[in-house]
């Protein structure tokens, strides 16, 4: 369901020039200097905010950046980052298509996708944040033995996910069909309880960039 628009929305974005970052193209290449962090995660799809936002206050050595193109959700974002201690926190309100221009090579530590956008529909298979065009520019953007992590309550996304991260040659490190089956660390959003209440299972894995990789 599409959000109504917030009034206050983009207003309270503009307001907040060092946490919503406008032009991060500016940034490219010193993030970590920015966050003031040894290790960069980097959400896709952040929604409102819940998970960057929490596991951010696990380790400030780690800076973390949440991209979400809808300003009424990332305005929500906002408000969580700024609830808390947030030097080494990031928002960027824009469309991730164009990611390549905000990371420098080799800048990203981890990148996170959690419960994205399936786009079921066959002909919108391209807009899916783990189709190959995606993940070739993964490629380039994450260090040497940098992470995608995912996480996804859709099977059809899930197992489209696998097969491509393959076909790209992506090691495989971590896989499971019921992530929350046991305690985790990683933190459950709001969004997520609510699958997990209705016994949906989640879907999680981790793969590792391979240098031999296209």
């Not at 369901?1 to 009034?7: A, D, F, G, I, N």
């Not at 995608?148 to 495989?172: A, G, P």
Request: charged share 25%.
């Amino acid at each position: 369901m599409r959000m109504r628009k917030k009034p206050w929305a983009e207003p309270f974005l503009k307001a907040h020039p060092q946490l919503v970052i406008e032009q991060p193209q500016q940034l490219a290449g010193q993030w970590k200097d920015r966050l003031s962090c040894q290790q960069l995660h980097v959400e896709i799809g952040c929604g409102k905010g819940d998970y960057f936002t929490q596991m951010a206050l696990k380790d400030p050595r780690q800076g973390w950046i949440g991209i979400e193109k809808n300003r009424n959700v990332a305005a929500i974002a906002a408000k969580k980052a700024l609830a808390q201690p947030h030097d080494h926190l990031a928002l960027i309100a824009l469309d991730a298509d164009a990611l390549m221009e905000w990371f420098a090579p080799g800048e990203v530590d981890v990148i996170h996708l959690n419960f994205s956008d399936p786009w079921p529909k066959s002909g919108y298979a391209k807009r899916r944040l783990s189709h190959e065009r995606f993940l070739q520019r993964y490629q380039t953007l994450l260090k040497e033995d940098g992470q995608v992590i995912m996480k996804t309550d859709n099977q059809k996304l899930f197992e489209f996910s696998l097969t491509e991260f393959s076909r790209q040659q992506w090691l495989l490190q971590q896989v499971s069909v019921d992530f929350r089956r046991e305690p985790q660390e990683d933190v459950i959003t709001e969004y997520e309880r609510k699958f997990m209440e209705l016994g949906q299972p989640i879907y999680r894995a981790v793969w590792q960039k391979n240098s031999i990789s296209k």
